[in-house]
């Protein structure tokens, strides 16, 4: 601090000595001129080093820039540019005063809300009753339905279904090919997977994996309603043969102990099911996949006290918007 305001004064000092200079070698004028330069200069430069560490070096960077550009200013304009400066700083220093800049150290995430898995559902319920309404024109029901190919087989097959019935002719064919589509897109798959174990090597890991995935596509198939009747039991029962041959291997595997319960409980094995899922549970499987599962079984079986129990053990988790309507019907309360 010292050194910069000695830096200071001698720059003032040398400021009014070139001024002085020039006037006592007024008659020289070449010599009066080159004097001056070189005073002003030196003068302009020091002004320049007192200053430099009034500015922050968050603001000016690179440092050598900034002193230039002080300098080159200083020089460049005589008196005024000296001048100019030295009030440039108090006139910065209240003007980044008025500034109260506070850096926030977090910022507080907004509450999830829990409604946009719902308007998800009624955006498909809306779909559904768009494609059935017959006032709205074919071409219109048409564009909309052709729109579900761009969504998940899971959620286009049952509006697909839905339009089979439609008095529209043109409708109709559309909704079959679609399903038809989506039923050998499945079917090819399969294909290319039971080839791909033929060739694997039994109990190797890629037959292990290829039966992993021949489970899930016959799974599929079920779940998404693309086969009905014998071709719908063959399906159930060849993704749980697949499904039993993985967890051969893999008894650990808790989602494929719930699948084998769902499975199971298609067939009508509704105690081999509920064994399926107490092993999934105990795996470590969240209990809001397995607990409704498990009240269904109790409901199938007339057991409606163990239903209400299970569905009130689901009330305390409130992430549940699917399953919200069936839990508030066992919860009166």
């Given at each position: 601090?010292?050194?910069?305001?000695?830096?200071?004064?001698?720059?003032?000092?040398?400021?009014?000595?070139?001024?002085?200079?020039?006037?006592?070698?007024?008659?020289?004028?070449?010599?009066?001129?080159?004097?001056?330069?070189?005073?002003?200069?030196?003068?302009?430069?020091?002004?320049?080093?007192?200053?430099?560490?009034?500015?922050?070096?968050?603001?000016?960077?690179?440092?050598?820039?900034?002193?230039?550009?002080?300098?080159?200013?200083?020089?460049?304009?005589?008196?005024?540019?000296?001048?100019?400066?030295?009030?440039?700083?108090?006139?910065?220093?209240?003007?980044?005063?008025?500034?109260?800049?506070?850096?926030?150290?977090?910022?507080?995430?907004?509450?999830?809300?829990?409604?946009?898995?719902?308007?998800?559902?009624?955006?498909?319920?809306?779909?559904?009753?768009?494609?059935?309404?017959?006032?709205?024109?074919?071409?219109?029901?048409?564009?909309?339905?052709?729109?579900?190919?761009?969504?998940?087989?899971?959620?286009?097959?049952?509006?697909?279904?839905?339009?089979?019935?439609?008095?529209?002719?043109?409708?109709?064919?559309?909704?079959?090919?679609?399903?038809?589509?989506?039923?050998?897109?499945?079917?090819?798959?399969?294909?290319?997977?039971?080839?791909?174990?033929?060739?694997?090597?039994e109990g190797?890991?890629?037959?292990?994996?290829?039966?992993?995935?021949?489970?899930d596509l016959?799974?599929?198939?079920?779940?998404?309603?693309?086969?009905?009747?014998?071709?719908?039991?063959?399906?159930?029962?060849?993704?749980?043969?697949?499904?039993?041959?993985?967890?051969?291997?893999?008894?650990?595997?808790?989602?494929?102990?719930?699948?084998?319960?769902?499975?199971?409980?298609?067939?009508?094995?509704?105690?081999?099911?509920?064994?399926?899922?107490?092993?999934?549970?105990a795996l470590?499987?969240?209990?809001?996949?397995?607990?409704?599962?498990?009240?269904?079984?109790?409901?199938?079986?007339?057991?409606?006290?163990?239903?209400?129990?299970?569905?009130?053990?689901?009330?305390?988790?409130?992430?549940?918007?699917?399953?919200?309507?069936?839990?508030?019907?066992?919860?009166?309360?």
């Amino acid at each position: 601090m010292l050194l910069d305001l000695k830096f200071g004064l001698t720059a003032l000092a040398l400021e009014v000595g070139a001024w002085s200079s020039a006037r006592l070698l007024a008659e020289h004028s070449d010599t009066a001129l080159a004097s001056y330069l070189v005073v002003h200069a030196l003068a302009s430069v020091l002004l320049s080093l007192a200053l430099l560490p009034l500015i922050s070096q968050r603001v000016a960077q690179p440092r050598w820039a900034t002193l230039a550009l002080m300098a080159g200013f200083t020089y460049a304009i005589p008196v005024l540019g000296f001048v100019g400066v030295l009030a440039a700083f108090p006139i910065l220093a209240r003007y980044h005063g008025r500034r109260q800049v506070v850096d926030f150290e977090s910022l507080q995430l907004p509450e999830f809300d829990q409604a946009q898995r719902r308007e998800s559902q009624f955006r498909h319920a809306g779909l559904r009753t768009f494609l059935s309404k017959t006032a709205v024109p074919v071409s219109v029901r048409m564009r909309a339905m052709a729109a579900l190919q761009h969504v998940t087989g899971r959620t286009a097959a049952p509006l697909l279904r839905g339009a089979l019935s439609d008095p529209s002719d043109e409708l109709r064919l559309l909704a079959y090919g679609m399903l038809d589509n989506l039923e050998k897109r499945l079917n090819r798959a399969i294909g290319i997977e039971l080839n791909v174990l033929e060739d694997a090597a039994e109990g190797s890991e890629q037959a292990l994996h290829t039966a992993h995935r021949l489970s899930d596509l016959y799974w599929e198939q079920v779940y998404e309603g693309l086969v009905q009747g014998d071709l719908r039991t063959h399906a159930i029962r060849e993704s749980l043969r697949y499904c039993n041959l993985v967890l051969q291997q893999q008894p650990g595997n808790a989602a494929l102990h719930l699948r084998r319960g769902r499975l199971l409980d298609e067939t009508g094995h509704a105690d081999e099911a509920e064994q399926a899922y107490v092993q999934a549970r105990a795996l470590g499987l969240p209990a809001t996949r397995v607990l409704p599962y498990q009240a269904q079984l109790c409901f199938g079986r007339r057991d409606f006290a163990q239903t209400q129990a299970l569905m009130q053990s689901l009330d305390q988790w409130s992430a549940l918007p699917r399953l919200r309507p069936v839990i508030d019907f066992w919860n009166p309360s």
